[in-house]
T-cell receptor, first 115, second 113 residues
Framework: AQTVTQSQPEMSVQEAETVTLSCTYD???????LFWYKQPPSRQMILVIR??????QNATENRFSVNFQKAAKSFSLKISDSQLGDTAMYFC????????????FGTGTSLTVIP | EADIYQTPRYLVIGTGKKITLECSQT?????MYWYQQDPGMELHLIHY???????EKGDLSSESTVSRIRTEHFPLTLESARPSHTSQYLC????????????FGNGTRLTVT
């Protein structure tokens, strides 16, 4: 079964601090891609960062970086220098080309940045 | 932000009505998807399409249908709305390619009374 687990339904962080959102996944596929999506309140879900499973180097996008541990099937998101605009739901997802490019999502983590 | 549009943004409708949720994208993406999103739950795939005249059912496809007559348009129809259909519906698209991310619309929040 293809599953994604986000064990932190809600988190908060002080502005300018660093926060890490956890994500674990399960798949028997060897080729897959991992994503973090952000959904601000009442707004569009947008891509934050993505990682190819065959790459050992962790992806980074400005203040956002991931800690990808393939053996542990872990894909955590680190947000540095948190800003008020980072307040949103964050969804972890993976996609497997061998199963028709289907996406599998976690249940999300609601992050609140406190001024 | 992605050029993918959903209308209406909010819809309140009575039980038994037929409704169509609209989704259009201007990016020329071949792949389009409909997801159902409920609080505290993962997104559930309802339908998807790999191109014109191609439609496939996802996990929650019962009681709804889709069509893909044009690349840019992927409407979702509920023949007879029920209170259990109350949810947020997200449309998404992506280009061909194994690592292509999804681009999402703003969503339609449907309430069936």
């Amino acid at each position: 079964a293809q599953t994604v687990t986000q064990s932190q339904p809600e988190m908060s962080v002080q502005e300018a601090e660093t926060v890490t959102l956890s994500c674990t996944y399960d798949t028997s596929e060897s080729n897959y891609y991992l994503f973090w999506y952000k959904q601000p309140p009442s707004r569009q879900m947008i891509l934050v960062i993505r990682q190819e499973a065959y790459k050992q180097q962790n992806a980074t996008e400005n203040r956002f970086s991931v800690n990808f541990q393939k053996a542990a099937k872990s894909f955590s998101l680190k947000i540095s220098d948190s800003q008020l605009g980072d307040t949103a739901m964050y969804f972890c997802a993976f996609m497997t080309p061998n199963t028709g490019n289907q996406f599998y999502f976690g249940t999300g983590t609601s992050l609140t940045v406190i001024p | 932000e992605a050029d993918i549009y959903q209308t209406p943004r909010y819809l309140v409708i009575g039980t038994g009505k037929k409704i169509t949720l609209e989704c259009s994208q201007t990016m020329g993406h071949d792949k389009m998807y409909w997801y159902q999103q409920d609080p505290g739950m993962e997104l559930h795939l309802i339908h998807y399409s790999y191109g014109v005249n191609s439609t496939e059912k996802g996990d929650l496809s019962s009681e709804s249908t889709v069509s893909r007559i044009r690349t840019e348009h992927f409407p979702l129809t509920l023949e007879s709305a029920r209170p259990s259909h109350t949810s947020q519906y997200l449309c998404a698209s992506s280009i061909q390619g194994s690592d292509s991310p999804l681009h999402f619309g703003n969503g339609t929040r449907l309430t069936v009374t």
